[in-house]
Nanobody
Framework: HVQLVESGGGSVQAGGSLRLSCAARTGTFRNACMGWIRQVPGQEREGVAVIGRDGSTNYADSVKGRFTVSRDNAKNTLYLQMNDLKPEDTAMYYC????????????WGQGTQVTVS
């Protein structure tokens, strides 16, 4: 099974930037669709961005133009570049993997906290 480990979270002031990384410690995700999902305690999870095997991307309206998802299959690493961060971006961010034909993510990382003040 693929094990996903996120890093890069932290605290930043509004307008700042962070880059999240998600590394596959075991296995490979080159054939999977990958996504970033965030969650605020007491609220439902929100899909932030998804990237297909071919590099095609899709974003939540709330982050379009500010966030960029990318993947490096050679390094088995997924990225989320977050610019112009807003306080409402504060959440736990998770990376996840799924077969591209499924709607539900099957493998999740442990999450990394992003706090914007």
């Amino acid at each position: 099974h693929v094990q996903l480990v996120e890093s890069g979270g932290g605290s930043v002031q509004a307008g700042g930037s962070l880059r999240l990384s998600c590394a596959a410690r075991t296995g490979t995700f080159r054939n999977a669709c990958m996504g970033w999902i965030r969650q605020v305690p007491g609220q439902e999870r929100e899909g932030v961005a998804v990237i297909g095997r071919d590099g095609s991307t899709n974003y939540a309206d709330s982050v379009k133009g500010r966030f960029t998802v990318s993947r490096d299959n050679a390094k088995n690493t997924l990225y989320l570049q977050m610019n112009d961060l807003k306080p409402e971006d504060t959440a736990m961010y998770y990376c996840a993997a799924k077969p591209c034909g499924l709607s539900a993510y099957l493998i999740w990382g442990q999450g990394t906290q992003v706090t914007v003040s």
